[in-house]
C-alpha cells in the first residue's frame, strides 16, 4: 500500500492575537532571524507555514490574528483542527491579556469537540518584559483565568500547558521541543537509546537536536538544565560555520563529526544523523588532563564514536519503521 505522507505530517497550529508575538516567534526558530529584526516585520494576513523533519515531518501553521476562525470562505477550520497534533496559543503578558483569554477558551472549546486528542500548549510570552516575581504571579494568574473559563464551558478535563516564553532568550527554543517531543511516538525508545549512550560513552547530557531549528526532538532522561542547552544549542552553529568553509567540496566529504574541549575543561561531541538531526552531548571526561593527545581522551572518543554509530543505526531502522506504520 502507498505510503501516505500526509499522515506522517503532525501539523502544530499556531493562533494568538494580533501583535502576540506568532511571526516573530517562527522567524526566530526557524529562520534564524535576530530577535531585535522582529520589530520591523510586517503583520502577516495570510496563513503560513513552516516545515521541519524529525523522525516525523512537523509543520507549524501560523494563523494571523485579524482572521476570524469562523469564517468559513477563508479556511476550512474544522479540517484543520480535526487534522492538527497540538495547538500553541501566544499571549503577549506584557500587554491586558483578558480579550486573548476570553478568545483561547473560545478557541479551545471549539477545537476539543472536533479533536478531542489535541495537545493544547499556552505559550505565557514576551516575558523579558516582566521582572523575575511578576512572571510567576502572571503565570498564576493566566492558570487560574483559563482553568475558571473552562470550568464555564464544561470542559474542566481538559489538559493544558503553559510555558514562559521570550523571543530573547532560549525559552522559546525549550518550549516548542517538549511540545514537539509530545508528538513524537518513537520518544521513549529514542529516550531509552540516548541513555544507554550516556551510560556507556560517559556523557554528562545529550540532545537530539533538528539542527536548522534548535529545536531538540529527545533526550535522554535526566532533567534538562537551559544552560547545558545552551551550549550545545550554540556548538551547531560553530559547526556550521566551519562547515561553510568547506563550501565548496562535496556534500559527503563535509564533516559528519566535531569535538572541541571548552576553556572550563567540558568536551562537546556533534555526530550529524539522519533527516537533518545531529546527536549533540557535553561530557567532562580528561578534565584533569586536557592535552589533546591524552590517550584516556582518544580512547574515550573512539568509544563514543563506536555508541554513537550504533545509536545512528538505531535511528535508522526505526525511521524506516515508522515509515511502513
Ligand atoms: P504577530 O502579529 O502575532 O505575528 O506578532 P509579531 O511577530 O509581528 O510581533 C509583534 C511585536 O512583538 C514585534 O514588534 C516583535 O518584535 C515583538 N515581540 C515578539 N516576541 C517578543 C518577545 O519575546 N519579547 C518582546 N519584548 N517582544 C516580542
Known amino acids: 500500500e502507498a505510503i501516505d505522507s500526509k499522515d506522517k505530517k503532525a501539523t502544530i497550529l499556531l493562533m494568538g492575537l494580533r501583535r502576540s508575538g506568532k511571526s516573530s516567534i517562527c522567524k526566530v526558530v526557524f529562520h534564524n532571524m535576530q530577535p531585535l529584526d522582529t520589530l520591523y516585520l510586517e503583520s502577516t494576513s495570510k496563513p503560513t507555514t513552516e516545515t521541519f523533519t524529525s523522525l516525523i515531518d512537523l509543520a507549524v501553521m501560523e494563523l494571523p490574528g485579524q482572521l476570524s476562525l469562523f469564517e468559513p470562505s477563508l479556511y476550512d477550520s474544522e479540517k484543520i483542527f480535526a487534522s492538527i497534533g497540538a495547538l500553541i496559543y501566544v499571549i503577549d503578558s506584557q500587554d491586558e491579556y483578558l480579550s486573548a483569554l476570553q478568545n483561547l477558551a473560545v478557541i479551545i472549546n471549539y477545537a476539543y469537540k472536533i479533536n478531542p486528542k489535541l495537545h493544547i500548549e499556552v505559550l505565557i510570552h514576551k516575558i523579558d518584559g516582566l521582572s523575575e ?43 516548542f521541543s517538549r511540545i514537539v517531543q509530545k508528538l513524537v511516538v518513537e520518544l521513549p525508545q529514542l529516550e531509552n537509546l540516548l541513555d544507554l549512550v550516556m551510560q556507556y560513552s560517559g556523557f554528562d547530557k545529550v540532545f537530539l537536536f533538528d539542527v536548522n531549528s534548535k529545536i531538540y526532538v529527545a533526550t535522554d532522561s535526566s532533567p534538562v538544565d537551559i544552560q547545558t542547552y545552551e551550549v550545545c544549542a550554540e556548538f551547531i552553529d560553530v559547526t556550521i560555520d566551519l562547515d561553510g568553509l568547506y563550501e565548496q567540496s562535496e556534500e559527503a566529504s563535509r564533516p559528519t563529526k566535531c569535538v572541541s574541549r571548552l576553556q572550563s575543561g567540558s568536551v562537546l561531541y556533534l555526530h550529524r544523523m539522519i533527516r537533518g538531526l545531529a546527536l549533540v552531548a557535553i561530557s567532562s571526561f580528561g578534565k584533569d588532563d586536557p592535552r589533546a593527545e591524552n590517550p584516556n581522551v582518544k580512547n574515550a572518543i573512539s568509544i563514543i564514536d563506536h555508541n554513537v554509530n550504533v545509536f545512528k543505526k538505531s535511528l535508522e531502522t526505526m525511521w524506516e519503521g515508522s515509515r511502513i506504520r
Open 133 to 175: 516575581d511578576f512572571r510567576l504571579d502572571t503565570q498564576r494568574d493566566i492558570m487560574q483565568r483559563v482553568g475558571d473559563d473552562l470550568l464555564d464551558y464544561g470542559l474542566e478535563g481538559v489538559q493544558v500547558s503553559f510555558y514562559l516564553t521570550s523571543i530573547f532568550d532560549h525559552s522559546v527554543y525549550e518550549a
